[in-house]
Nanobody, 122 residues
Framework: QVQLVESGGGLVQPGGSLALSCTAS????????VAWFRQAPGKEREGVSF????????YYKDFAEGRFTASRDNAKNTVYLQMHKLKPEDTAVYYC???????????????WGQGTQVTVSS
């Protein structure tokens, strides 16, 4: 059974940091594109960052550039999202995803985690 399990979410004050992890079981992330998406209340799910299996590069949406860092550890079958200088508007459920196609579209990912809540509030 394929599972992606996120962890590391929680409540943080504005300006704080959080580190999310996503560990896969029943699936090898090596050779797949991996991504982080988020969904805020009342909003559509949006991409945050992805690591492309095609060119090995990491891509960020504008709001994440310079504040978030995505990485992967193939030996641990885990991907990470380090988030700094968090803002209230970063409040959302964060999802990791993996797939062959990759990119910014959700259709590019075949496997999804259940999500972890990130709340930025004083």
């Amino acid at each position: 059974q394929v599972q992606l399990v996120e962890s590391g979410g929680g409540l943080v004050q504005p300006g704080g940091s959080l580190a999310l992890s996503c560990t896969a079981s029943g699936l090898t992330l090596d050779g797949l594109s991996v991504a982080w998406f988020r969904q805020a209340p009342g909003k559509e799910r949006e991409g945050v960052s992805f690591i492309s299996r095609h060119d090995g590069n990491t891509y960020y949406k504008d709001f994440a550039e310079g504040r978030f860092t995505a990485s992967r550890d193939n030996a641990k079958n885990t991907v990470y999202l380090q988030m700094h200088k968090l803002k209230p508007e970063d409040t959302a459920v964060y999802y990791c995803a993996a797939g062959q196609l990759g990119g910014w579209g959700q259709y590019g990912y075949d496997y999804w985690g259940q999500g972890t809540q990130v709340t930025v509030s004083s």
